[in-house]
């Protein structure tokens, strides 16, 4: 009985976490300025499907958000995110309309590099399938 009972305990985690898992993924990557140097404290946000993901680069300048997707079903449309990056000292940038597709490496790379320069002004880069 009681090894029945861990069974069943076993199989409904893994189907919980396999179900979670499935959801979501991430988007990482490094933040740099022009010359190469890594952004350390810089925001990283990501807007979309009426829901908000912010994070900050460590002092390596990378940062790691856990962001939901949609499963590709016939007659739906993906998920477009609009991705931020703000610093002091330096433009922000924004990337309008980017489709999250998580690898079966368990995420997405962005590298992104910023301008320095004053904060107000952003960079927008339009990505389209």
Do not use: W
């Amino acid at each position: 009985m009681k090894i029945l009972l861990f069974i069943i305990l076993l199989v409904g985690c893994t189907l919980t976490t396999n179900a979670q898992s499935q959801d979501t993924s991430k988007l990482y990557g490094t933040i740099y300025d022009q010359q190469g140097a890594v952004i350390p404290r810089a925001k990283v946000t990501a807007k979309g499907n009426g829901r908000v993901f912010e994070t900050v680069t460590n002092a390596d300048g990378f940062y790691t958000l856990t962001i939901p997707f949609n499963r590709y079903k016939p007659g739906s449309a993906p998920v477009r995110y609009d991705i931020t990056v703000e610093s002091p000292h330096f433009k922000s940038s924004e990337i309008k309309g980017y489709v999250f597709i998580p690898s079966c490496m368990g995420g997405m790379s962005l590298d992104i590099a910023l301008e320095v320069g004053a904060p107000s002004h952003t960079d927008m880069i339009i990505q389209q399938l």
